[in-house]
């Protein structure tokens, strides 16, 4: 693929000494040029707070209220989230560039929460499609609907705000980011799914029930919770691989999102399968059968985020370590003095 930033037009090309303002480039000069700059900059922040808008109203309507309102689903909900919430640190720890800011990190777990409104709705508009059609149509709806659908929402709660930020300084940063924007989207997910099983058996106190019922939907939740994190990290390290290499800047993020997809996908189309066939094997009771297929597949495909992470930081290393020899050990020409 050609490098569009190499690419200059005929007239540059032959005689760079002219002003070809107008001609065959262009800056911000007249008036006029700078009302272009201020309504496109206008244009591009008023879409993306109607996005964001947008997604907060979905959010407020699919319930995303319902933990600030119940303790105890919050109760419930953070502590489904603290297994995704300890692999985002782990992936932020191992950033061996600068640390990421607070306020860029923050703002991306809230679109994370956010935007999860726009797979909510896209996965129920479309279930029944998929699920008229058994057992393969829901095979094909993880893979077609689901997959896809949530990773590119999750990418976009990062290509919002952080990606935009000069911050955002590293490959690496983008695993950083989807990491967190992961653990947003399952944190919100995580609550929608405990406060569905609440509803069903009528509410709970902060008793017993919370033990019982509410104990078990967040102990699952706390198992699935992981793979959004890792899942999005792969998304997001693809999608900081584009920044830096804009000529090509499409299909690596396509490729980002197709890897982060099938992940997903055949996670969900597996996961009864597999610790059903686990518990068969073992006896084990459907918790923990659950657990160990968890364990195996997210934990397979974490180690495979943990290597592509180490990949970066040993290049960055050995970028570095070059950088300061060549700075301590500097080549003279005897001939020269």
Known sequence: MEDVETETDPVEAADDDQDLYGISTWEQRSLLDSVSVAVYWLAVRSGQALLVLLAVLIFVAVGGLSIVREPPLGVLTILSALPALALAGYV??????????????????ILGVLTAGFAAVV????????????????????????????????LLAVRLYAYNDDRFAAVIDGAVYGAVAGLGF????????ISGVVGEVGGL????????????????????????VVYSSFAGYYLGLAKFNPEN??????????VAALIHATYNATVGIGSGLIQTATGLPQLSAFFVYVLLYVGGFGYLLYRKIQQYNDAHQTAHSNETDEREDPVIDAETE
Request: charged letters at 10%; aromatic letters at 10%.
């Open 249 to 258: 800047r499409g299909p690596i993020i396509v490729k980002g999102l197709i």
């Open 92 to 109: 932020w720890y191992s950033d061996v560039t600068t640390s990421e800011p607070l306020s860029l990190l923050a703002a991306t777990f």
């Open 123 to 154: 996965n129920s508009l479309s279930q029944p499609f998929f699920t008229a059609l058994g057992g393969i149509g829901m095979v094909l709806f993880f893979y077609l609907i689901v997959g896809p659908v949530e990773e590119s929402v999750k």
């Open 186 to 193: 399952a944190t919100i997910e995580n609550a929608i799914y």
């Open 205 to 228: 106190s902060l008793g017993l029930d919370l033990i019982g019922t509410g104990g078990d939907i967040t102990a699952t939740r706390a198992l699935a919770g992981p793979g959004h």
